[in-house]
């Protein structure tokens, strides 16, 4: 099965930018979905986007529509997800997440906080 590996998190101010990344031991090319999670301590893990398939669209969560960016570059089998004008409320574990269509295929995450 493709593992996947989170990277790019850190501390940043409110307003700076970050941009994760999530790199497959295999192809993503003919992925069903692909999508980036995250969880703040005692909260539950929300999806903040998600793409379904080649070519699609994404779909984001209110809260970061706007500010955050998912792309793919399928040659090197790694997602990204860019966030611009982080908020202190953006502070979570990030995860990226695969489904390979008989199986899915979490990372280990990410940590991401955000200073005010």
């Known amino acids: 099965q493709v593992q996947l590996v989170e990277s790019g998190g850190g501390l940043v101010q409110a307003g700076g930018s970050l941009r994760l990344s999530c790199a497959a031991s295999?192809?993503?090319?003919?992925?069903?979905?692909l999508g980036w999670y995250r969880q703040a301590p005692g909260k539950q893990r929300d999806e903040l986007v998600a793409?379904?398939?080649?070519?699609?669209?994404?779909n984001y969560a209110d809260s970061v529509r706007g500010r955050f960016t998912i792309s793919r570059d399928n040659a090197k089998n790694t997602v990204y997800l860019q966030m611009n004008s982080l908020k202190p409320e953006d502070t979570a574990v990030y995860y990226c997440n695969a489904d390979f269509w008989t199986y899915k295929s979490w990372g280990q995450g990410t940590q991401v906080t955000v200073s005010s």
């Open positions: 295999g192809s993503i090319s003919s992925v069903k979905t």
């Open positions: 793409v379904l398939g080649p070519g699609s669209s994404s």
